[in-house]
Each structure stands twice: as structure tokens, then as C-alpha cells.
């Protein structure tokens, strides 16, 4: 590493260093010092006229070219003032800890209306909310939200909901001390609803932004409750979790799950993934295991407690969402919100028709064809006549169109290649700004905090790797816990430049629910990648499994296991290499723990392995005990197609006996299954190794 330079002043003496400077003791003259520098700009005069070694000094730096000192100085002063303003004034915007003159100080550069009541106060977020906040002391003792999207459709719950993520956003984040938490996240929801009030005012048309996205959101969970219905017809009633394998199926495969206010943010969403689907708590499974007799839930009250209790384990199950939103945009350049609760029809769907073209896709699947219906533009009412000539008053001319778009926020945001980003966008009709940014999958999903290697300029040119050491817990035979460490390497041959998309404009909600396949495509790949390369600093502890939830004293359970990952981020489907030895190589005989075939099967997930991907046939190892290979394709919806693998027993060339070929397929499918269910390549790489050592005994 090259060793930093000392760089003389900008404006040091040009005598040799040897000459001795101003001190307490010499009293020679600094040629560094800023009095010099006035000396030097003001000519001999400075010096009482007396010539320097022979030299008059009658000269201004301004002579040289050089600004004088006093000038310099009045110009740093300035830059340090207008510094310290621009600090001030960012720390104004900040709304500081929780207390009762800090809520107040919010409101006020809000706008929000408040009024004393008891120990509390009623704020007026705009003319669509109410919130009622009571304080003890400099703590806040209860909140409760009124209005917002209810006032459309009571059904959504949106107050309730919102009651509690502001009543969250008040309360300290895990491992935060309570003398910690601000008000940041409280005043980005108060400013979300304040901005979505300010949108429908009457000085920008009075159209209901509220209104709008809450029709949107009527359309998208009608939608869902009848796909729920066809989902929950297909199952047995004996299903175990049978709701909630319905709900998160419409959630994954189908047209997503609309809620309003999860985690952290209000707001109207539509849930497009969830990781580890079929994971399901077994504290949750109990209290919706009987649907039966006389405890038989009713089916809408289970579906609105399903949706509600999924907040509560989203380290187990991220979700990916989208937010309905809208903003400002031109009515002349993009199609303007329109306030209707009928964007597709009470019949949902309609019969296919062989002359319909659009529809070929759906015939050939033997999918049905949603029966998506068009509103009619939302026109502003005229404005009040002002009694003089309104003819050349554009704003109160009639058959205006608001100047309002609805928009998706992403959350969180998606990294896709760059030529998905770019047809995403095409999909809306919209062109996206053009940039020349190198930025890479790795660069902004995995390594947001370093260089990206796109900006290397070797993107392409070699392979690029990442590392990470990750743990997760493992079984042996006896039932004994224990943890395994992860080495994981990810290679990457050929870079894709990516963006990450944070928000989309759409103008009918049937064009988010035809992209949802290909960001599941994506938001799976990301999740699967994250968690076996977190970012520098967070704990490698697989997300689902904590140590306090074990409470036990762990052991190793022998050498690392090295998993090595070949990534393709090429659309149209992103393609995973997994290499991992093989169960009787000399890594599994390291030690007692891993010389058994049935030695490590992930706790977990373990049991829920078993259940779904239960299956009497025999494989035989891989000969010479050559690392494990699989390579799968992610495909729309995140399904996953094996492509390759040296996992179970291949056709031989010409065979034609269709009874082994179907039973080649159905175990080929089971390895993609597998990592389907428990969504950790580092457990698909145990279960991969536990299944091949199993084949050999």
C-alpha cells in the first residue's frame, strides 16, 4: 500500500526548511504564518518600508494572481458559517427523542393541527385523520388512529393496524435502550399521511388520494379472497396449516396478498413474497388448528388473524411488499388516479376465449383469464367562479384530469439486471432515465458498503468471489444440537450490471400483478443469497434460528463445511451452482460428529423435510466421492427447475422405459423442493450430503 506523502502548505516559505521560524525565543519572522501573509499583501508599508535582503517588498499578492489573506480569510469564514448553518438546519429536520415538546415541535413543522385534551392531545393529520396521543411524563402512554383509508371502506382496518405500528414506532428497536429511541420513525409515517393529504387538497384538484389507492386496494383484495377460495377447495380439510398454506400460496404463486400497515410503515401494501413459506410456527399452527364443530373459526375473521399475526415473525418469514402510494406527476404525460373501487369485475375472472389472443398464455396453462375492467377517468370539479371573465382561467376550465399518478414503493427496494429494470419500466409504459452507473447484484444486494466491482474496471474480465463464514444447527443421530460452521464462496464469471428499483408508477393495478412473477424471480434469489453472505459485521447466525430459542451449550460439530456457489444473473432466470462434498469424503471423517451419513440434518427444518419430501426410493453415491453438484434455474415465480445434477441415479443413454424416466424427474424435482421449503442453501447443502449418505448404507 502506497505510504501517504507530507505535502508542504499551500502557502509555505520558500526558504529551506533549515531557516528558522517564528518562535518564542529567535523572533524570526514565520514565512508559514497568516501575518506574514497580510504583511506580504500589503506591500513594503507592511514592513515599514524597510527592502527584505535587498529586495522591496512593495508587491500585493494580487500582483502574483493570489487572492490576499484577508480575503482568504473572509472566505473560509464564510464557508465555515454557511457549513455550520446547513448542519443546523439539518438537525432541525431531525425530530430528536420521545418527549411531549418534541411530538409538539413535529407537528408544527408538519402542520399538524393540535388541540390540549387531558393529559393529551388530538393532532389533525390533515382533513382525513385523527390521532389521539396521551403522554405520562416525557413517555408516551397510548395512541390511537382514526380515519385515513376506513373512511372509503371500513373493512380495510386501516386504524387499527396503524395504531399499532405508530404505538411500535414509539417504542425501542431489539438491543436498544429506551433512552435511545427518536422520533424518526413516528414522524416518516406522520409525514406519509400528511403528504397523501396535502395531494387531494383543493389547490391540486380535491381529489381523494386516499380514496383512490383505497379502491385500488378494494379491487386487489377481492381479488385475493377469490383465489384464496380456489386454493382452499383444492386442499383436504385435514390439511395441516390449511389457511395458512392457502393464504401464503395466493401470496407466492398468484396475484399477492394485500394488508395494510406491516411492519414499521403505514401505508396500503400488496405482499408479493414471503421467505420460507412453509414455515409455520408451531405456536401459530396450534391456534388455528381446529376449523371444525363447534370451534370452526368463520372463515373472515381466520383470514383477517392469519394476515395480522404474520408481523410477529418476520425474521422466520420476510416479506417483500409493495407500497400503494401516490405523487405528484403532469395528467398530460402520464394517466392520472382515478377513484373507483371497480378495476375488475365481482365475477373475478371470465370464460376463456379461443379468439382472444391476449389470452393465449392462459389457454395454453389452463390458468384463468382475470376479467380486469376499466374505470372511467376521475375529472376535477370546476372551480368556484369568481363572478369576472373565467376564460382564460385554466383551473376552473371543465373536463380537467388531476395532476396526480399512483406509484409502488418497494419495500425493501429490488436489485434486478439492468435489462429487467429497463422492461419493467417499458411494462408502464414509462422510458427510465438513462444513467451509465456500473453497479452489480453484488455491489448493491450483497456488498452495499464497499466497492463496487462494476467500478473496477474488471467486471468481467476475471471471476469475482465473495466469502463468509455463517453457522446454523445441525442433528445427529442421537438427537444431539449442534452447530456446523459454513464456509461459503460465491464466484461470479460474468458481471451483470444491475439497478435497484425502489418505486414503479402504475396506472392500473392489473400491471403490478402481471410483474409479481418476475420479482419474485428476484426477491427469492436475493433473500437465498443475503442470508449466506450477510453484510461485513452482522452475526452469520442463520435469521430463523437463535441461540436463545435452543438454550443449550453448543459443540462444534467437526471441520467447517465448504460451500462453493456459481452465480448467473443473466435474465431471463438467474442460475445457482451449488458444489459441496460428498458425505464419505475426508472432511466427514474429521471428526465423530460428521462420519455418520445421518449426521447432520438441520434442526430446523429438519421434521419439515421429512413431512413434504418424504420418499421410499434409494440413491447411489456419486463415484469417487466427487463433490455434490446441482444447478437450478430460478424461473418466474420463483419456481426452481434442476437443470443439472450428480445427486441421484441418471438414465442410461437410450433407455425408453417411461417408468424410470418419470422416477428420474420426480427425484430431480425433490432437490429443488427441498431448497424450496427450507430457503437456505447451507441447510439444502446438509440435507443434499444427509440424503446421499443415506443412499449408501
Known sequence: MAT????????????????????????????????????????????????????????????????????????????????????????????????????????????????????????????SNLLEISFRGDEVEKIDLQGGFDMHNASIGFAETGTKILTRNLQPLPDQSR????????????????????????????????????????????????????????????????????????????SGRPRPNTGNRLGLNLEYWMDRRHIVPKSRAKKHSSDKGKERMDIDSQEQTLSADDDDDLEINKVYSLTLECEASPSTLYTPIRVSDDWISDAVEKSADPNDTSNLDNILLNTPSLDWQDPKPTFLEPSASTGEDDAMNLDSAPGRLPNIRFVAKFNPPLVVPLTT?????????????????????????????????????????????IRSTTSTIVRDPQGNETDRTHNFSLYIPKMEYSR?????????????????????????????????????????????????????????????????????????????????????????????????????????????????????????????HAPLKVTLDVHMNAELVVSEQNITEGRAPGEEDLEKVQDMEAKTKRLAKALDVCGDLGIWGEWLRREVGSSSN
Open 4 to 127: 501517504p506523502q507530507k505535502h508542504l502548505p499551500a502557502f509555505s516559505s520558500p526558504a529551506p526548511r533549515s531557516v528558522p521560524h517564528t518562535g518564542a525565543t529567535n523572533g524570526m519572522m514565520n514565512y508559514d504564518s497568516p501575518a506574514m501573509l497580510n504583511m506580504l499583501s500589503e506591500g513594503g508599508t507592511a514592513l515599514g518600508g524597510v527592502p527584505m535582503g535587498g529586495v522591496n517588498m512593495d508587491i500585493s499578492l494580487s500582483q502574483l494572481g493570489l487572492p490576499s489573506a484577508s480575503a482568504m480569510g473572509r472566505a473560509d469564514e464564510a464557508e465555515r458559517t454557511r457549513r455550520l448553518h446547513n448542519i443546523i438546519d439539518t438537525l432541525k429536520q431531525k425530530p430528536g427523542r420521545i418527549s411531549e415538546g418534541n411530538v409538539l415541535a413535529l407537528c408544527t413543522r408538519l402542520g399538524i393541527h393540535f388541540e390540549k385534551e387531558g393529559n393529551g392531545y388530538i393532532l389533525a393529520v390533515g382533513e
Open 421 to 465: 429494470y429497463i422492461s419493467l419500466y417499458q411494462s408502464v409504459g414509462i422510458e427510465p432515465q438513462q444513467d451509465f452507473l456500473a453497479t452489480t447484484f453484488v455491489g448493491l444486494a450483497l456488498r452495499p458498503n464497499e466497492l463496487d466491482p462494476g467500478m473496477t474496471g474488471t467486471a468481467g474480465a476475471t471471476t469475482h468471489e
Open 179 to 254: 433512552i435511545n429511541v427518536t422520533l424518526e420513525r413516528f414522524a416518516e409515517n406522520l409525514e406519509k399521511l400528511v403528504t397523501l393529504d396535502k395531494l387531494g387538497s383543493p389547490q391540486h384538484g380535491g381529489v381523494s388520494c386516499y380514496n383512490a389507492i383505497a379502491g385500488v386496494y378494494t379491487s386487489l383484495q377481492k381479488l385475493f379472497e377469490h383465489e384464496k377460495k380456489a386454493v382452499l377447495s383444492a386442499l383436504d380439510e385435514d390439511t395441516p396449516d390449511r389457511h395458512h398454506r392457502a393464504e401464503r400460496e395466493v401470496l407466492c404463486k398468484k
Open 500 to 624: 435497484k428499483i425502489e418505486s414503479l408508477p402504475f396506472a392500473h393495478p392489473k400491471q403490478l400483478v402481471e410483474i409479481l412473477p418476475v420479482l419474485r424471480q428476484y426477491a427469492f434469489t436475493t433473500s437465498l443469497l443475503q442470508n449466506s453472505f450477510p453484510e461485513t459485521g452482522e452475526t452469520g447466525k442463520n435469521s430463523h434460528i437463535s441461540r436463545a430459542q435452543v438454550n443449550r451449550d453448543t459443540e462444534s460439530a467437526g471441520p467447517p463445511l465448504p460451500l462453493d456457489i456459481n452465480l448467473s444473473y443473466t435474465p431471463p432466470a438467474p442460475r445457482l451452482t451449488l458444489h459441496v462434498p460428498h458425505p464419505s469424503s475426508v472432511l466427514s471423517s474429521a471428526s465423530n460428529a460428521s462420519s455418520s451419513p445421518h449426521a447432520t440434518t438441520p434442526a430446523s427444518v429438519s421434521d419439515l423435510l421429512s413431512g413434504l419430501l418424504s420418499d421410499a426410493d434409494t440413491k447411489r453415491p456419486t463415484p469417487s
